[in-house]
């Protein structure tokens, strides 16, 4: 039986009084329910609930004590006034956790962090690494997948998830940064040997109000992460990348632009074939060039980031651009699920923000030569803003838009149809998500792309306080199956 974990209080928490300073310590929760015999309790105030409201149960379950920002009336445990809570967590969450891979690189960005995490995984795991990625799709290790249901969890499921990868010989690590985990000091304490940034467009507005707010969020990967002289990788095609170069500048970080601005890894040229595309790259002044076994001039970014980052480490660029040639795509990331018997192709995306939609549309045009039918909704308690601005897109670049039901959640879902619905009047409006996909289907013809997006990987429908179980993917391969399709 493993020997249990203890530490004193003010070993864990700085600026505790000697009166407490002893108290011994066997866990930390942030979340009462959890809390056990010789827990340390963290009251975090957040948007939908606030920690004080639940100390008095953490000290029912056996708390030893309470961190909090402000005052609690009411307990007989001792309750320690700190600035920062979040970061102490953070402190303390490592302090229980301390191993965690060698070589950690983070992505933050809007789109693409969950694609170009695996692709670097990907390719570390051909250049013969034991390597693993982490973000909204789970855990991926040479194991298997373990589902953490956030893109960044809490700093003590990521610490806690950390040093298991250490032990299970995990060297090197792909993770995502969201924009409310870096604000929420959510990671950190973890130790990075890189970082990238892929782009910014508007989304979480809800959370952060302003896209200065926004970008200022994602940069935090950049200011409190990196030391002088790290690799700072940029999307500079981005049309936040000056942004994020000027901070990579300020902190004498090692910076490393990639793409068709490139001066790092610099995409020459690319050419779109029906289920792949060339692209011509030069880096150190050499050229290269690679086979992508992807479509989507996106893609074709998302990679190009995650080469980026394996060269910053020291990768070898033969060794690189050979595992280039054999990415396979992330589930719900552009996913070739299947064709139906009249040869029209079916894929399905994440893309829910405006940008997302606007480049997957634009993106699948050259490998469509018929039509592209649109399946798409909006979430529910969510930027309700880019609603219109996504009717829009569908409306430009798509040839048939069928609107339909994302995650309605507490919102009414007629609603958010409706708010979509006033950018492409000409849309079928069908609430049920199964109907609208298989309406799609059964309208396809010969040469036409149909794309459904927005919910990629998930696996439900959030529909008030519910998860209704709910697979786009199942949903196509089971009529495709039915009715003389291929799946891929």
Not at 11 to 22: A, H, K, M, P, Q
């Amino acid at each position: 039986m493993a020997e249990q974990i203890k530490f004193k209080l003010g070993e864990l928490i700085s600026g505790v009084s000697t009166e407490f300073s002893d108290i011994i310590i066997t866990g930390i929760q942030a979340d009462s329910r959890k809390v056990t015999k010789g827990d340390l309790f963290f009251a975090l105030s957040g948007s939908l609930a606030n920690g004080a409201d639940y100390a008095k149960s953490a000290e029912e379950k056996g708390a030893l004590a309470v961190i909090s920002e402000t005052a609690i009336d009411g307990l007989s445990i001792p309750v320690i006034i700190v600035g920062d809570a979040r970061g102490e967590l953070s402190n303390a969450a490592k302090s229980f956790y301390p191993e965690m891979p060698k070589n950690i690189v983070a992505i933050t960005g809007t789109n693409g962090k969950s694609s170009t995490v695996d692709f670097l995984r990907q390719i570390w795991a051909y250049c013969g690494k034991n390597s693993a990625s982490l973000g909204t799709l789970g855990a991926i290790t040479p194991k298997g997948v373990v589902n953490l249901g956030f893109t960044t969890p809490d700093p003590i499921s990521l610490h806690r998830n950390l040093q298991v990868l250490a032990e299970d010989g995990v060297d090197y690590l792909a993770m995502e940064a969201s924009s409310h985990a870096l604000h929420q000091k959510r990671m950190h304490g973890v130790t990075l040997k890189a970082a990238g940034f892929s782009n910014l467009t508007q989304d979480h507005l809800d959370y952060h109000k302003t896209m200065d707010e926004y970008a200022a969020a994602k940069a935090i990967l950049f200011t409190d992460f990196l030391k002088e002289g790290q690799p700072a990788v940029i999307n500079a095609d981005a049309e936040y990348a000056p942004y994020f170069e000027n901070v990579a500048k300020e902190h004498n970080l090692d910076l490393k632009l990639v793409g068709w601005r490139g001066t790092y890894l610099k995409i020459q040229e690319l050419w779109p074939k029906p289920s792949s595309q060339r692209i011509d790259y030069i880096h150190a002044g050499k050229n290269y060039v690679v086979e992508l076994p992807l479509i989507g001039e996106f893609q074709a970014l998302n990679a190009t980031m995650a080469a980026g980052l394996a060269l910053s480490l020291g990768d070898e660029p033969e060794a690189v651009f050979a595992a280039m040639r054999k990415l396979k795509p992330v589930k719900g990331r552009m996913e070739h699920v299947g064709e139906t018997k009249d040869n029209a192709h079916v894929f399905v995306d994440y893309a829910h923000t405006p940008d997302g939609l606007d480049v997957l549309l634009r993106a699948v045009r050259p490998h469509a030569p018929g039509r592209i039918i649109v399946v798409f909704g909006c979430g529910g308690d969510r930027d309700k803003t880019k609603r219109p601005k996504m009717g829009a897109i569908a409306a430009k670049y798509g040839d048939v838009v069928i609107v339909t039901d994302d995650n309605p959640r507490t919102e009414d879902a007629n609603q958010i149809r409706k708010e979509i619905m006033i950018a492409t009047p000409d849309a079928y409006e069908i609430g049920d998500r199964k109907e609208a996909i298989i309406f799609a289907l059964k309208m396809s013809k010969n040469g036409d792309a149909v794309i459904v997006a927005g919910k990629g990987h998930e696996t439900g429908q959030i529909v008030g306080d519910k998860v209704l179980p709910f697979s786009d993917q199942e949903t196509i391969i089971d009529y495709l199956l039915e009715n003389g399709g291929k799946i891929v």
